[in-house]
């Protein structure tokens, strides 16, 4: 399967924000973006006005990275989302908000999408009770998730368990800390997806 390999630094360097794609040391000082808050290569420093298009494309670049996507599975999210009733751009964040990975991560049981990607893969998740080792599986309201009694163990969930306090569990999730379980109540709303990002630019770049 294709994915990024390279420095995950140089993409909130990049994007000119904090992604948090690195987990607890996106909060320390060893933090890339910290010490060198400006675009990587030779002419990262210099500053130019982006095109309309640019503009567009950073917008589409920092929603995809956020989530840990490549370009083809992004545009298939965008194309469902297209065919729905309702606003595309938001129908697009739910999509994503909706991904199995994404809701380990805001839940508190791993320290990034990433990480949470690998954990699931590697067998340690049941949703409503069936094993899925399947990221990009889309959870639902109701939906309950948990941690395989057998894997409870696992020293990188249990790690991020123990920093959960410093990012917060979003309102829709509920989370049974003791038992290694959460439960969706609610599917957010466009008003509880907090992070710096334009979704209908992204609409906009796929609809010319």
């Not at 490549?70 to 469902?80: D, H």
């Not at 309950?144 to 829709?172: L, Y």
Request: charged share 30%; net charge positive.
């Amino acid at each position: 399967m294709a994915r990024y390999r390279e420095s995950v630094c140089r993409l909130c360097r990049r994007e000119g924000l904090k992604l948090f794609l690195k987990g607890d040391r996106c909060y320390g000082e060893k933090c890339a973006f910290e010490r060198q808050g400006y675009a990587p290569g030779e002419h990262g420093q210099l500053r130019k006005k982006p095109s309309d298009y640019g503009v567009q494309l950073r917008e589409k670049q920092k929603l995809k990275r956020i989530y840990g996507l490549l370009e083809k599975q992004f545009r298939g999210y965008f194309e469902k989302a297209d065919r729905q009733k309702g606003i595309t751009g938001t129908n697009l964040l739910l999509f994503l908000e909706k991904r199995l990975d994404n809701m380990v991560f805001r839940v508190g049981f791993a320290n990034s999408r990433n990480e949470a990607r690998q954990l699931i893969r590697h067998n340690h998740f049941l949703v409503n009770g069936r094993s899925v080792n399947i990221p990009s599986y889309l959870v639902n309201a109701g939906d309950e998730f948990s941690v395989k009694v057998k894997s409870r163990d696992v020293e990188r969930i249990s790690e991020a368990m123990e920093t959960v306090a410093r990012r917060g569990v979003p309102q829709w999730l509920e989370l049974d800390k003791e038992n290694f379980r959460a439960v969706v109540k609610t599917l957010p709303t466009r008003e509880e997806l907090t992070m710096p990002v334009h979704e209908q630019l992204v609409v906009g770049l796929y609809s010319k």
